[in-house]
């Protein structure tokens, strides 16, 4: 059962309206988005548990990943398949694929992130700046850069995710969330964001991170 807290997290994210070529995959108003705001109650849930004090602020849900499955930086493998290294996400957890998840490919960057993570035995709560999937016109199965208007958007969010949470660090992972977070008055360490062959430089980051102790 997830706490009020989390509840109000989610339901205060359904509420804002989508736009074109902006979609918010947590409205009330579509069905099959229910299953999404599960999962993300979910996560946001068992994230509680482990009590992270480090945030990962990423750009902005991919149609593969967190617009399929409402959980950021996950894709439709990791709910079908076995529980991370973690003990997170997989058959038997709780999670459920929405039917418009049918016939998209999994993310390959929620498979890097979680790789590199497992490798330092590392687990950040994850999020976005902008947490709604930005598109291109007319292609609902494309992925755009937020704009900075769009990003704003967030700020609310993951700065309740840091009070819920009680985040000691907030990490930027790339451009689009470290410019978001300086607009918001955050100075924040920044990392490589694991897409397009960015593995090797995210993971030193987080590494530099770590051994720096701006990451515990």
């Given at each position: 059962m997830s706490t009020p807290s989390v509840s109000a997290f989610?339901?205060?994210l359904s509420s804002v309206p989508s736009a074109p070529g902006r979609n918010n995959f947590f409205d009330t108003a579509v069905p099959a988005n229910a299953q999404r705001?599960?999962?993300?109650?979910?996560?946001?849930?068992?994230?509680?548990?482990?009590?992270p004090k480090v945030l990962?602020?990423?750009?902005?849900?991919?149609?593969?990943g967190m617009r399929i499955t409402g959980v950021p930086f996950t894709n439709r493998t990791m709910f079908e398949g076995p529980a991370n290294g973690f003990g997170l996400f997989g058959q038997g957890k709780g999670y459920s694929l929405p039917p418009d998840s049918a016939g998209v490919p999994s993310e390959p960057t929620a498979t890097v992130m979680w790789e590199v993570l497992g490798e330092l035995q590392f687990l950040p709560l994850l999020w976005s700046a902008c947490p709604f999937h930005t598109h291109l016109a007319g292609r609902p199965r494309s992925n755009r850069t937020p704009t900075m208007a769009e990003a704003s958007?967030?700020?609310?969010?993951?700065?309740?995710?840091?009070e819920l949470f009680h985040i000691e660090t907030v990490v930027a992972v790339g451009n689009v969330a470290h410019r978001s977070l300086?607009?918001?008055?955050?100075?924040?360490?920044?990392?490589?964001?694991?897409?397009?062959?960015?593995?090797?430089?995210?993971?030193?980051?987080?590494?530099?991170?770590?051994l720096g102790g701006a990451a515990q």
């Open positions: 989610v339901e205060g705001r599960r999962n993300l109650e979910i996560y946001l849930q068992e994230m509680l548990d482990r009590s990962l602020l990423g750009e902005a849900p991919g149609f593969r958007l967030g700020n609310a969010f993951w700065q309740a995710l840091t300086l607009r918001s008055g955050v100075v924040a360490p920044k990392v490589r964001h694991p897409s397009h062959g960015g593995r090797a430089g995210f993971k030193r980051g987080l590494e530099e991170l770590l």
